[in-house]
């Protein structure tokens, strides 16, 4: 089975650019996550889709962060525009059954985005 | 609201040695999940132990032990004889019942030294 795949891994860009990430979660897998992991501190949910609707997305930025998960497969996490403090890995993960707290949930590599 | 606490930023150990991770938590919730995940220079976040809030039996796994105190809320892992291998970020997380929404520690860095 594969596992929970993003890219890109890396992405270097100038602050006010934009920029997106892509998820695609593991196979039959309903919910899916994105997290943001700043250097030295646990990773922090943005938001939780089940299928292609949002769970919770109350802790993105919404002026500025942007998420989408239109077919309930694949997901975009989008920046624009872009502050230093978005300096981050950005991780995206997915569970097999929807809201279920027990669930473990599998995460992907991340990608690590630096803003200059 | 819900609150995970590593106070250890850093530990380092030499190979062999028993080392153990302390997790403290905080939630209103009767019903609630613990985690520990390990964070490996890969980047991959890769799940440990799940324990719920109804089960204080602590586990062992090979090496990998947890201890489960709800009395004093906390849910510390023990390795023991350590590895190289083992280096890597450790995170406890914390999971209340009424939704699927993971609340990480600020992670405990192991460095094992052969």
């Known amino acids: 089975e594969a596992g929970v795949a993003q890219s890109p891994r890396y992405k270097i860009i100038e602050k006010r650019q934009s920029v997106a990430f892509w998820c695609n979660p593991i196979?039959?897998?309903?919910?899916l996550y994105w997290y943001q992991q700043i250097l030295g501190q646990g990773p922090k949910l943005l938001i939780q889709?089940?299928?292609?609707?949002?769970?919770?997305d109350s802790q993105l930025p919404k002026d500025r962060f942007s998420a989408e998960r239109l077919k309930g497969v694949d997901s975009t996490l989008k920046i624009q525009p872009a502050k230093l403090e978005d300096s981050a890995v950005y991780l995206c993960?997915?569970?097999?059954?929807?809201?279920?707290?027990?669930?473990?949930?599998?995460f992907g590599p991340g990608t690590r985005l630096t803003v200059l | 609201a819900q609150k995970v606490t590593q106070a250890q930023t850093e530990i380092s150990v030499v190979e062999k040695e028993d080392v153990t991770l302390d997790c403290v938590y905080e939630?209103?919730?009767?019903?609630?999940?613990l985690f520990w995940y390990k964070q490996p220079p890969s980047g991959e976040l890769v799940f440990l132990i799940r324990?719920?809030?109804?089960?204080?039996q602590n586990e062992i796994s090979g090496r990998y032990s947890w201890n489960f105190q709800k009395s004093t809320s906390s849910f510390n892992f023990t390795i023991t004889a350590s590895q190289v291998v083992d280096s890597a970020v450790y995170f406890c997380?914390?999971?209340?019942?009424?939704?699927?929404?993971?609340?990480f520690g600020a992670g405990t860095i192991l460095r094992v030294k052969s």
């Open positions: 889709f089940q299928n292609n609707g949002v769970v919770d």
């Open positions: 993960a997915s569970t097999r059954l929807p809201g279920q707290a027990y669930n473990e949930q599998f």
């Open positions: 939630t209103r919730d009767t019903t609630y999940y």
């Open positions: 324990r719920n809030s109804f089960d204080e």
């Open positions: 997380a914390l999971s209340e019942a009424r939704g699927n929404k993971l609340v």
């Open positions: 196979s039959g897998h309903a919910t």
